[in-house]
């Protein structure tokens, strides 16, 4: 694909547990964005990191990014039946403002009570 | 604000037949992208719009085109209909200069 992998492809695991997941892109970036999709609906935008930056907070959400090895991970702490959704990074490509994002395949994280 | 709103949510069609999906941004959003998912391509960008012109465009047939009005609303038509077709479309909107989409909940495609 344009953007690389996800991995896991899926994940299960209980209540409580930390969730990470892990994404690798193939070109620059100026920035990169994770999403949540709930069972087939729309995208639901979580956390965006620059490309000069390294870790990034939001809740419990914890987002790191690797630019040199041209990856990100993404850490859902103290997870919820509620988290279960597929998670989807993406990145612009290198290009700013062209209202284009490449995704990759994601992935599915259920999340057992 | 509301939310990206899209109508309709379902569809089902035939091959051959065309289609034209409606995406209302939200409010003061210039930018409308839109995206096919399918399961086995994934998530992919077909164009974006910003105020009424096609600022970029996927690597998807001229089959599927696309417009956007004075009031940022966007449609995009898919003309003869292929069983691949067959998709969740997404509209995304944004802000000017502003990296972060917002997804509507998308149009179910169904070619039968």
């Known amino acids: 694909s344009q953007q690389g992998e996800e991995d896991p492809q899926a994940l299960s695991i209980q209540e409580g547990e930390n969730a990470t997941m892990n994404c690798s892109y193939k070109t620059s970036i100026n920035n990169l964005q994770w999403y949540r999709q709930n069972s087939g609906r729309g995208l639901v935008h979580l956390i965006l990191?620059?490309?000069?930056?390294r870790e990034k907070h939001s809740g419990r959400l914890r987002v790191t990014l690797d630019t040199s090895k041209k990856s990100s991970s993404l850490l859902i702490t103290a997870s919820r039946a509620a988290d279960t959704a597929s998670y989807f990074c993406a990145t612009d490509g290198g290009s700013s403002n062209t209202g284009k994002l490449i995704f990759g395949q994601g992935t599915t994280l259920q999340v057992k009570p | 604000k509301a939310g990206v709103t899209q109508t309709p949510r379902y569809l089902i069609k035939t091959r051959g037949q065309q289609v034209t999906l409606s995406c209302s941004p939200i409010s003061g959003h210039r930018s409308v992208s839109w995206y096919q998912q399918t399961p086995g391509q994934g998530l992919q960008f077909l164009f974006e719009y910003f105020s009424e012109t096609q600022r970029n465009k996927g690597n998807f047939p001229g089959r599927f085109s696309g417009r956007q009005f004075s009031n940022s609303r966007s449609e995009m038509n898919v003309s003869t209909l292929e069983l691949g077709d067959s998709a969740l479309y997404l509209c995304?909107?944004?802000?000017?200069?502003?990296?972060?989409?917002?997804f509507g909940p998308g149009t179910r495609l169904l070619v039968l």
């Open positions: 995304a909107s944004g802000e000017d200069n502003q990296e972060t989409q917002y």
């Open positions: 990191i620059r490309s000069n930056e």
